[in-house]
Antibody, heavy 120, light 107 residues
């Protein structure tokens, strides 16, 4: 059974870059049929898709974040990563890594989530 | 951009009640609509995918239906563990997004 685990700093200063990694265990990130994704939830708010990447490349991002976000794969480490530049307090959120199963068009596996606070 | 609405935004119900949550999309989704249950401090849980397909391990009291733009999640008989926030989620043209959520509370 595939499991996902986020890692990264819980506190980021304004204007800096938020960087998170997601380690995939129990399966290979190079398996077809999935998008490796990031989703966030602002405090007391709903869920927001940040973006995703397929193992063949070609990431896709939420248009509201596309100028600041990058999602990449590290196949040798079986990880994928999120980079969000020029963060502000509005980027304070719980960040989840997630696996979208393409044939279902839905997230079938989630990480436990990691809280990131943007503050000086 | 596809806009999603959910109604009601908050719902109070009692154990054993039948409840329905509605999700509406601003354009047709060709059935690519999923539902999740989300409890505080936990990851969301997939309940339904492609409008009406029950995810493995999800109790049969959950069901989904719908058409191009209008979808419903029904819980046939509320159990204590069902009180949570429910989100719909679409897939369209390589994009994914969520509805604003519907909070199900105990009456």
């Amino acid at each position: 059974q595939v499991q996902l685990q986020e890692s990264g700093p819980g506190l980021v200063k304004p204007s800096q870059t938020l960087s998170l990694s997601c380690t995939v265990s129990g399966g290979s990130i190079s398996t077809g049929g999935y998008y490796w994704s990031w989703v966030r939830q602002h405090p007391e708010k709903g869920l927001e898709f940040i973006g995703y990447v397929h193992y063949t490349g070609n990431p896709h991002y939420n248009p509201s974040l596309t100028s600041r976000v990058s999602i990449s794969l590290d196949k040798s480490a079986n990880q994928f990563s999120l980079s969000l530049t020029s963060v502000t307090a509005a980027d304070t959120a719980m960040y989840f890594c997630a696996r979208v199963r393409l044939v279902r068009g839905a997230v079938d596996t989630w990480g436990q989530g990691t809280m990131v606070t943007v503050s000086s | 951009d596809i806009q999603m609405t959910q109604s009601p935004s908050t719902l109070s119900a009692s154990l054993g009640d039948r409840v329905t949550i509605t999700c509406r999309a601003s354009q047709g989704l060709s059935g690519w609509l999923a539902w999740y249950q989300h409890k505080p401090g936990r990851a969301p849980k997939l309940l339904i995918y492609k409008t009406s397909h029950l995810e493995t391990g999800v109790p049969s009291r959950f069901s989904g239906s719908g058409s191009e733009t209008d979808f419903t999640l029904t819980i046939s008989s509320l159990q204590p563990e069902d009180f949570a926030t429910y989100y719909c989620q679409y897939y369209n043209d390589f994009s994914y997004g969520f509805g604003p959520g519907a909070k199900l509370e105990i009456k």
